[in-house]
């Protein structure tokens, strides 16, 4: 099986910065896209941003400009720089891969962190 394990969550006043980290692990032949997305109370989990294994990036309205996402390829690990939060912001944050593995075909798969909890206080 395949795990992720989302670092860096925590509490920040408005304003504020904080680096989330994901590393996937376990029996991986490759990952195309891994992101971030949330999920606050009473709301669906959205995409934060999302980057391919090219680089290409895609960001939701509500955080461009203030988020970063970025990727370490040869450490199956995905960042997401987070600046100038906003209380809007508080939720948990799920990281995300599209993993490929052989069982024994190839085989694409979805998969999520458990989460990390961020609060923003205003």
């Known amino acids: 099986q395949v795990h992720l394990v989302e670092s860096g969550g925590g509490l920040v006043q408005a304003g504020g910065s904080l680096r989330l980290s994901c590393a996937a692990s376990?029996?991986?032949?490759?990952?195309?896209?891994m992101g971030w997305y949330r999920q606050a109370p009473g709301y669906q989990r959205d995409l934060v941003a999302i980057?391919?294994?090219?680089?290409?990036?895609n960001y939701a309205d509500s955080v461009k400009g203030r988020v970063t996402i970025s990727r370490d390829s040869a450490q199956n690990t995905v960042y997401l720089q987070m600046n100038s939060l906003k209380p809007e912001d508080t939720a948990v944050y799920y990281c995300?891969?599209?993993?490929?593995?052989?069982?024994?075909?190839?085989?694409?798969?979805?998969?999520w962190g458990r989460g990390t909890q961020v609060t923003v206080s205003s």
């Open positions: 995300y891969a599209e993993v490929l593995r052989f069982a024994p075909g190839p085989t694409w798969s979805s998969n």
């Open positions: 980057i391919a294994s090219g680089g290409n990036t």
């Open positions: 376990g029996i991986i032949s490759g990952i195309n896209t």
